[in-house]
């Protein structure tokens, strides 16, 4: 079973940086889709990037240019770095392990959340 373990969080003024972590404990990681999803209050949980084997990592087009996700792999760790934060990036931020299938992720493990909140 995978266990997922977020962290780096926390609240930031517009134009700061965060790295959130992810740590994995899966013996399956360096086969398996890895990326971040993240929900504000009242909306849909929305992908924010994904990395996948074998193909460069996916973004969500409002983050190109500012995040970055990569992953360590003998620490068995996901990131997400977060440059020029906005406000609208304010969200509980999710860690997401799952299988590629084809070119697609299939995602099942989630981790509990971190928030984070980026105030003008």
């Known amino acids: 079973q995978v266990q997922l373990g977020e962290s780096g969080g926390g609240s930031v003024q517009a134009g700061g940086s965060l790295r959130l972590s992810c740590g994995v404990s899966a013996n399956t990681y360096i086969t398996s889709c890895m990326g971040w999803f993240r929900q504000a209050p009242g909306t849909e949980r929305e992908e924010v990037a994904n990395i996948r084997p074998g193909y460069s990592p996916n973004y969500l087009d409002s983050v190109k240019g500012r995040f970055t996700i990569s992953k360590d792999n003998a620490k068995k760790t996901l990131y997400l770095q977060m440059n020029s934060l906005k406000p609208e990036d304010t969200a509980m931020y999710y860690c997401?392990?799952?299988?590629?299938?084809?070119?697609?992720?299939?995602?099942?493990?989630w981790g509990q959340g971190t928030q984070v909140t980026v105030s003008s």
């Open positions: 997401v392990v799952g299988d590629l299938r084809g070119s697609d992720c299939v995602w099942g493990a």
